[in-house]
């Protein structure tokens, strides 16, 4: 048997207690660690997503204790900065929270203005909006208490975001959803300064809200093994992000660049990422299609999305058989008027009429100006006052208004089963006929069937090459920029449906005057008629201003002739601008100072939509 005896003399016998521990400290913990990694669990991006989010909430708390701080401490300079931190801060949350929190988020940044909700209870405004005002362009030293008040609310509902957010579960097809929701809040809303009104901060805003969901685009690329997809997304936020942050200022900003060769190629990209990585495109009807890669794409937007039930979706039978009923005076019970009367294909479906005539062309007229119906169906809500929801509501109460057709659904129902060829039309269309129901859903689908997104301005961010002017460039710029128009008439609908979500379509006052002059203001009171509640005391629904060359004269009481007369009037503030003094006007009153040639540049952008 073979023996080994010990050598005191060797380094392993002399050290072994050095090696011995070294074993211990070094050794076994790396052997530790290698069997950790090897049998880790895979990481789970979508609740790394959420811890971040977590985390970034925890930071916005901070800012916003600073900022208390400084309001309470009454130190001006310091508000201001703060405020600008805390608002980056929000940014940086605003993706998540704008999609899983719609309502706290909404009250930590909405408009600053009163809201009359579904029960007709009016809201009084609270968010960052608020205290924006109260803290640019200088801080109103003598509203501290305000100032406090508002502060704390802020504060109360980042807490409010924190609780609702620790139960959520965050799902990979949600927040692909929400990051391109996100992108299209930028372009439709962040760069126009619609939540910075007052300061301005717009800019170094998107870039933070870009770098958020940068970061958290981040953790589904760690474990990827598609790297050049990763590396390709990596660039095209590296570049959004430096565009926007070395603009000189808020007006100077490109925004037609940023969003043909920034933004549209970021959406897009998340999109293919998205399918690339496995994640399911949700296939959920909305306005705004799930699967449209960019805003401006053809057939982002759905026609059918703002009907009362499925079965009331258009079909080609259906619109062949509404604009028969369109142009047929049957439902003014054979008087000679149809709905093409008020609303002629050869004026984007207008009449040229400031008002238009009521039944019998006597030279009386109705109460309001006749809006197109091209994009109609873009909109949650029907007539300038907003009084009905669905186009088949709007069919009937034309129909049946006295001064408008002076029909009766009942007498154009039983003189069409009468007609042998229009009683074929409605069997081809619907399996019981004619009714009253297909009637209006059948000029319904037909107004639904004018959409019209194919302007110039969309075909310079679907093609290649440019097909504006280097002024209608200039006055797409100031639209969505200095001259604030996109702040209510909403890129790309141009209308008042709010993005990203193009849910709901807003109202505004503007302080519209009766006569050209502007010495008073219109006494039509708008959606006040319905609601009885101040905030909507000369409201109106925002229209669209596509096609609006073809559809002057403007406003709902036709007082403008021209655009000309119609940028001057929100040039001066509208009508708190002309000295009406109206508590309640959404418009902001200051004047835009916009110069002869950009004023110029501004009605050239809009006639080619």
Not at 483 to 507: D, I, M, Q, R
Not at 531 to 555: C, I, Q
């Amino acid at each position: 048997m073979l023996k080994f005896e010990r050598n005191p003399n060797s380094f392993i016998y002399r050290h072994r207690r050095l090696l011995f521990s070294i074993f211990l400290i070094i050794v076994i913990p790396l052997i530790v660690c290698l069997i950790w990694w090897l049998t880790r669990p895979e990481a789970v991006p979508a609740k790394e997503v959420k811890r971040t989010f977590m985390q970034n909430i925890t930071s916005l708390d901070s800012a916003v204790s600073r900022l208390q701080a400084n309001i309470h401490a009454k130190q001006p300079a310091a508000i201001q900065e703060s405020f600008k931190r805390a608002r980056i801060a929000y940014k940086r949350v605003e993706f998540i929270s704008a999609y899983y929190s719609p309502e706290t988020t909404r009250a930590l940044n909405g408009p600053n203005i009163p809201e009359v909700d579904d029960d007709l209870r009016v809201n009084e405004p609270q968010g960052f909006q608020v205290l924006e005002e109260m803290v640019f362009p200088e801080v109103a030293t003598d509203a501290y208490p305000d100032m406090e008040h508002a502060a704390n609310v802020i504060r109360a509902n980042v807490n409010r975001l924190r609780k609702i957010s620790e139960t959520n579960d965050l799902t990979d097809s949600h927040i692909f959803d929400a990051m391109r929701l996100e992108v299209f809040r930028i372009v439709s809303m962040g760069i126009t300064g619609f939540d910075s009104p007052v300061a301005f901060h717009s800019l170094p805003e998107a870039a933070a809200a870009l770098e958020s969901v940068h970061e958290q685009w981040g953790h589904y690329t760690r474990n990827s093994k598609n790297n050049a997809l990763g590396a390709r997304l990596d660039s095209t936020f590296h570049a959004a992000i430096r565009y926007v942050r070395k603009s000189p200022d808020f007006n100077a900003f490109d925004r037609l660049v940023f969003i043909k060769q920034y933004a549209n190629p970021l959406s897009s990209q998340l999109l293919d990422a998205q399918k690339v990585l496995g994640i399911p495109v949700f296939t959920e009807k909305r306005l705004l299609s799930p699967s449209a890669r960019t805003l401006t794409d053809s057939g982002a937007f759905n026609a059918n999305y703002f009907i009362n039930f499925e079965e009331q979706a258009m079909t080609t039978q259906r619109v062949a058989l509404g604009k028969m009923l369109f142009f047929n005076p049957i439902l003014s019970n054979n008087s000679g008027r149809t709905c093409a009367t008020c609303h002629q294909p050869d004026k984007a479906f207008t009449d040229g009429e400031p008002k238009s005539f009521a039944v019998g062309f006597n030279g009386q007229r109705i109460s309001r100006n006749a809006p197109t119906l091209l994009n109609a169906s873009f909109q949650a809500v029907q007539f300038a006052d907003s009084r009905v929801t669905f186009l088949e509501d709007q069919a009937s109460d034309v129909i049946r208004n006295p001064d408008e057709m002076h029909g009766s659904l009942p007498d154009a129902v039983a003189a069409l089963r009468k007609q042998d060829g229009s009683r074929k039309l409605f069997e081809d269309a619907y399996a019981d006929g004619v009714t009253e129901s297909n009637l209006k859903n059948a000029i319904a689908s037909y107004i639904r069937s004018l959409s019209s997104l194919d302007s110039r301005l969309d075909r310079h961010f679907r093609c290649s090459e440019n097909a504006l002017t280097v002024e209608e460039k200039a006055g797409f710029n100031l639209f969505m920029g200095k001259a604030k128009c996109a702040t209510c008439h909403f890129f790309p609908l141009f209308n008042g449906t709010v993005p990203p979500a193009y849910v709901e379509t807003e109202s505004e006052v503007l302080g519209t005057p009766a006569t050209a002059e502007g010495k008073a203001v219109d006494p039509d009171v708008g959606k006040f008629v319905l609601t009885k509640r101040e905030p909507h005391r000369y409201a109106f629904k925002t229209p669209t201003v596509r096609h609006v060359a073809l559809t002057a004269p403007y406003m709902h009481n036709g007082v403008f002739k021209t655009l000309e007369e119609v940028v001057d009037f929100y040039d001066r503030g509208g009508g708190n601008g002309l000295g009406f003094n109206l508590e309640n006007q959404t418009l902001p009153f200051d004047e835009l100072n916009l110069t002869d040639a950009e004023k110029r540049a501004l009605v050239a952008f809009m006639k080619i939509l």
